[in-house]
């Protein structure tokens, strides 16, 4: 295999290094470290190792490395130099013409490089009349040859010199001096002198590359995992022989009188050429320039032709083509400056920019749409270390970039995939595989310092790639800064055609398309966000430039579609602002879109799967999704959807497809599974929403849905707002979501060994609504918005919620959503709602750093106030924002949860906080369902949400089902607080609860809880208090019907420790309660087929309390008014049967307490009365069927 510049050539065609020799098959290492050891070369005698946290890349050129990174065991890291070696000897002619010898020029000096050897040939000196005509050798008188101290003379006799050839070596100063002969009356003659000549002096060896010893890596390029030693790649740069005058083989002498000179001068980097340019900036290149390749090369190379910028000139370069080569300023410590204007420096081959200033008078437009600065066209290009501008906080914008837009496609015509390329992941899958995937890539742009305004991976209003021949781009940040835009495809127009089809979603992110690595860049925030966080003391260079925009990564285009799927990796030490795995606006559409932030990587305020602007067109601007967070890696809000901004919410940014977020590992503050304010599909076509919760840390709450929120604004420094879009007066967004929504905390054990999912807040299946805004108050300026009727962070679909083992959750689970909280009298509170009118952004504190709320708009360190629309004043809208409404075919539940494991310190709701639950056709099927068959709960559970009291939250019935597990609170059939319209049932076969078990509600005195039935049915559980039929506080059914029933069915295996109670605790219960110990009902739950058990085979069934029809009025006081009214107002019956059972009651059994029978008008008492009343006995046995009905 041999090497050609950065190349290699094998039979399969040709590749980049680093390209298809190996696949990488493996992902991120397990422990999210991978050393890498650089060694001086294969022998091992120098080195130094880094460590990379997530996706490694190599490091720079070591001859100039020294500070850029910190050796692994301390070693003060030092450049390296090459081995010298000796140039090649080649023949070398020099021509001075129209010397005026017949005037008696008396000589002809020619000073030589004192480093080199030379070989000259003295017959060959001659003075001819013209090129060729050889016929004139008698001209010559003598020629003095010096090297040093020394000096040889040959002197000519027609013709004929005294020494054929004279060789100079040694140190010193050489020269050739030609006298003509005295004799000589011809004049204008050309002077022909041929030599050979071979440098031998010090000349050292570069940098080419790096190899493990199979494949070759560009500086800055990926690693696989499994690589773990690189090896420097020396090799023998050309070498440049250079006249003082002429052209190179030309001297060019002339002159009528005294001693013409010139001199040839050997450089291993070319300097000006005589009219004061670098020679690839001059039309005339290659002037006066002789170069010999190194290495057999035949052309310019990228490491092996190395041009120096003169220190403190200045190279303008916007209207240039530079060839392949290293270009870099002469003296480090006083740079160059290399200008790209406001026109184009276009590539025409390979090249390395290092160690000079960078600086631009435009940038092209923003977000990358314009065409100006370094132009790649398809070749590599690779901004090297030592790459600076002279900010001096200025404020950055496109009449005022920083730094030179960065375009690693072409701005006229189409680019072809000419290298393969293999992709590292640096995450696994569900099923904790790693990725593998090779590519044909058009571009290749790596770059490791700088201050650019925007970055393009792509081209600007070209293609990539054809259908037919399909292409990626390829984009690395190891370092630098971008101001404004890095895009992973094209700026302003143009097609990335990295599959062969739009519709190519189902190959997921294993097709081409866009490839960026982000390893080590910055992307900031505006001023205001970023000194408000302190990230302006965390970043040295922060200082230089002035933003009023955060900057932005997208993963796509700016405007135009992506054939394939994007995929951008978030990596080792890199901080972005925000960063998208789509494109930008809505006109942009992508097959899939693939986000991947692992090892230390930084997002400090919103990781999003799709685009920005979505709501500004309705494209499927991505087909599919898929967003993974593992590592170390901290994000401040993580978003499956968009992050819909500027533009007025109209549209959804996605219309179809999968979308699955995945958190493996690290640090998270939110997570949603739709978008920001954006909405994913329509009433026509919908959305998969997945969000997994594998591993890491989640500081607040895991919704499934997506998240309401106020606009994005442009900031002046003080805070005040300096710009905003259409969608200013829009205070919360739609982020609606039609399709269902699935959302998974925990792990399959055997899959995922030692990982804990920890959620410190909540999980909801649904999205997070906000309430209107009315006014924002800042510095004396009031905003006001409208009040648009929309129903905010909806899911029109069904949500459902899985923990699993080794899930961890501090706060509550709820199936559904999170509406609005407000009042009784319908206000929002400002001091309870802060986080809908601020920003949720990382802050920096010296080296430590966590996220914050930090002020929408401030003025001079004091903060805005927001005030809210009141419930009242929406006419109660704020019940339908954060709804789930299901379908009506749908026979699942539209809402449900199911643990299996793990831990929950709070509440488990089958429904929503404070957000309806629904379905397109109303009805008495169930709707919110909590499944528990392992696992603790430290709350209570409930069927149905949190909701208000006395306001319908559950159109349908709820039901609580539990095989196994734990529950520390009690568990409910019904809602916290809001009204379910139907049914509610808690069904229990296994488990423990160490509350009591309802089958209502909780609810609030003198509200309604449950309208319908409630249902308890109970076998092979323990319950550490008191069983009720009906619900807490809140009151179950209306007194103009009378028909809310309640059952309670205790099978076998039950064990008691408080008593039995048909109706609720303190609520009334408007209809009748039903009683069955010993009975069993089909698998359908239907208390219609209750019958008592026959075959129980002497199991257990243990009441330490009593048993009773009617409610429970509490334990009260000496001086507290006793309760005189009936809480169960339909009558109440009791059945026990002790038939094959070994059943034991050891309090009373009454019908009676508090229970009116409407039908009989009359109280009513049970008639049997035994003295296990107060407990005497330790237990009681019933002959079978036994049955306690009214007046018995």
Request: aromatic letters at 10%; proline letters at 2%; glycine letters at 16%.
């Amino acid at each position: 295999m041999a090497m050609v510049a950065i190349l290699i050539a094998s039979s399969a065609g040709v590749m980049f290094l680093g390209g298809a020799g190996s696949s990488d098959t493996g992902g991120a290492s397990s422990s999210n470290i991978q050393t890498v050891t650089y060694y001086y070369d294969s022998s091992g005698s120098e080195s130094y190792s880094v460590e990379y946290s997530g996706i490694a890349s190599s490091e720079y050129n070591p001859e100039y490395w020294a500070g850029t990174f910190a050796d692994l065991n301390g070693k003060n890291v030092e450049n390296w130099v090459g081995s010298e070696f000796n140039s090649s000897s080649f023949g070398y002619t020099l021509w001075a013409n129209g010397i005026d010898i017949k005037n008696r020029v008396s000589n002809v000096v020619i000073n030589l490089d004192s480093r080199c050897d030379y070989t000259i040939n003295c017959k060959d000196i001659r003075f001819l009349y013209d090129y060729g005509n050889s016929s004139w050798a008698g001209k010559v008188g003598s020629v003095v040859f010096k090297s040093g101290d020394s000096s040889t003379t040959v002197t000519y006799s027609n013709g004929s010199p005294s020494v054929s050839s004279v060789s100079l070596s040694g140190v010193g100063d050489k020269s050739i001096t030609i006298v003509p002969k005295s004799t000589v009356k011809s004049y204008m003659l050309d002077l022909y002198v041929p030599m050979t000549i071979s440098c031998s002096s010090p000349l050292n060896k570069v940098f080419g590359g790096w190899t493990d010893g199979t494949t070759s890596y560009l500086p800055g390029d990926i690693l696989p995992s499994d690589v773990g030693s690189l090896y420097a790649i020396w090799i023998t740069p050309d070498v440049f022989f250079t006249t003082s005058v002429g052209d190179g083989s030309n001297l060019s002498l002339s002159g009528n009188s005294g001693t013409l000179s010139a001199d040839i001068s050997t450089e291993l980097t070319l300097k000006k050429d005589s009219y004061g340019y670098l020679v690839p900036f001059s039309s005339s290149n290659y002037s006066n320039v002789k170069v010999e390749f190194g290495d057999g090369r035949s052309s310019s190379s990228m490491y092996g032709s190395i041009y120096a910028l003169s220190s403190g000139s200045t190279y303008y370069a916007d209207s240039v083509n530079l060839p392949a080569g290293t270009y870099r300023s002469a003296d480090l410590d006083r740079p160059a400056t290399l200008s790209t204007g406001s026109g184009i420096c276009a590539l025409s081959g390979d090249a390395v920019i290092d160690n000079v200033y960078l600086s631009a008078s435009s940038g092209g437009t923003t977000h990358g749409d314009g065409s100006a600065g370094i132009v790649a066209n398809g070749h590599i290009l690779i901004m090297g270390a030592g790459i600076t501008s002279n900010g001096n906080k200025e404020n950055i914008d496109s009449n005022n970039p920083l730094g030179p837009q960065i375009i690693g496609g072409s701005t006229f015509g189409t680019l072809y995939g000419t290298a393969i390329k293999d992709i590292v992941f640096g995450a696994t899958d569900l099923e904790g595989n790693g990725k593998s995937l090779t590519v044909n890539i058009a571009t290749c742009v790596i770059i490791h310092s700088g201050i650019y305004y925007n970055v393009v991976a792509g081209s600007v209003g070209q293609n990539i790639g054809t259908s037919y021949s399909p292409a990626s781009t390829y984009l690395v940040m190891k370092g630098g800064t971008v101001l404004d835009t890095l895009i992973g495809g094209n700026g302003s127009s143009g097609v990335v055609y990295g599959s062969s089809s739009l519709n190519s979603e189902s190959e997921k992110e294993l097709q081409g398309g866009t490839f960026v690595y982000m390893l080590g860049a910055d992307l900031p925030g505006d001023d205001y966000e970023d000194y408000t966080t302190g990230y302006d003391q965390y970043r040295d260079d922060r200082g230089k430039y002035l933003l009023k925009e955060s900057s932005i990564l997208e993963g796509g285009s700016s405007n135009t579609n992506v054939w394939g799927s994007t995929h951008v990796f978030l990596s080792d030490d890199t901080t972005v602002f925000d960063v998208q795995a789509g494109g930008r606006r809505g006109g942009t559409e992508c097959s899939f879109t693939y986000l991947e932030i692992t090892g230390s990587a930084v997002v400090r305020h919103i990781a999003c799967g799709t685009i920005t602007d979505g709501n500004s067109g309705s494209t499927n601007n991505a087909h599919g999704v898929r967003v993974v967070v593992d590592g170390d890696a901290k994000v401040a809000t993580l978003c499956g959807g968009g992050y819909d901004t500027w533009s007025a919410p109209e549209s959804p940014s996605t219309t179809e497809g999968t979308i699955d977020v995945e958190v493996y590992g690290g640090i998270v503050g939110y997570v949603y599974g739709g978008g920001f304010r954006g909405s994913l599909g329509t009433t026509y076509t919908s959305v998969y929403v997945n969000v997994y919760v594998v591993g890491g840390k989640i500081l607040n709450d895991v919704y499934g849905g997506g998240r309401g929120g106020i606009e994005k604004i442009l900031h002046y420094s003080t805070g005040t707002k300096s710009a905003s879009g259409p969608g200013f007066n829009d205070s919360t967004g739609k982020s609606y979501i039609y399709g269902d929504v699935n959302v998974q905390i925990g792990h399959d054990p055997e899959k995922f060994v030692g990982r804990t999912a920890v959620v410190y807040g909540n999980v909801y299946g649904g999205g997070e609504s906000v309430p209107l805004m009315k006014s924002y108050v800042v510095g004396g300026t009031a905003y006001s918005f409208g009040t648009q009727n929309s129903e905010v962070a909806a899911v029109y679909g069904t949500t459902s919620v899985s923990v699993l083992p080794g899930a961890d959750i501090g706060g509550s689970v709820y199936g559904s959503g999170r509406g609005i909280s407000y009042d009784s009298a319908g206000n929002i509170s400002a001091e309870d709602n802060v986080e809908y009118s601020t920003m949720y952004l990382i802050s920096y504190s010296g080296s430590s750093f966590s996220p914050k709320n930090v002020a929408w708009m401030s003025s001079n360190s004091i903060p805005g106030t927001a005030t809210y629309y009141s419930n009242s004043e929406m006419g109660s809208i704020f019940t339908d924002f954060a709804m789930v409404r299901g379908p009506s075919s749908d026979s699942d539940p539209v809402s449900s949860v199911t643990v299996s494991g793990g831990s929950i310190k709070g509440d488990v709701c089958g429904g929503s906080a404070y957000g309806i639950t629904t379905q397109n056709t109303i009805g008495s099927n169930v709707i919110c369902s909590v499944e528990i068959s392992a696992g603790e709960v430290g709350g209570s559970v409930y069927g149905g949400g949190v909701g208000v009291a006395g306001k319908t939250s559950v159109y349908g019935s709820t039901s609580v089902s539990m095989t196994g597990g734990a529950v520390r609170g009690s568990v409910f059939g019904g809602a916290y607080y809001g009204v379910i319209e139907y049914d509610a049932e808690v069904i229990m076969t296994g488990g423990q609860v160490y509350g009591s078990i309802y089958g209502g509600g909780y609810g609030s005195n003198g509200k309604v809880a449950v309208n319908g039935t409630r249902k308890v049915n109970l076998k092979d559980v323990n319950i550490g208090e008191n069983i009720y039929g009906g619900s807490a506080l809140g009151d179950d059914g209306s007194a103009s019907t009378n028909k809310s029933d309640s059952y309670i069915i205790i099978d076998s295996g039950v064990s008691i420790d408080g008593s039995i109670y048909g109706g609720g605790f303190q609520g009334h219960t408007h209809g009748c309660t039903h009683v069955y110990i010993g009975y069993r009902t089909d698998s359908t739950n239907d208390v219609s087929s209750a019958t008592p058990i026959s075959d129980g085979n002497g199991e257990v069934i243990r009441i330490s309390g009593s048993v009773y029809a009617g409610g429970d009025v509490g334990t009260l006081s000496d001086d507290s008014t006793a309760y005189t009214s009936s809480l169960v107002h339909n009558g109440g019956n009791v059945w026990i049967n002790g038939e094959s059972l070994s059943l034991s009651i050891s309090g009373s059994i009454s019908q009676r307490q508090l229970v009116s029978d409407r039908r009989e008008h009359q109280h009513s008492y049970c008639a049997f009365q035994q003295s296990v009343s107060h407990g005497r006995y330790p237990s009681c046995r019933y002959r079978p069927h036994i049955r306690f009905v009214p007046d018995s």
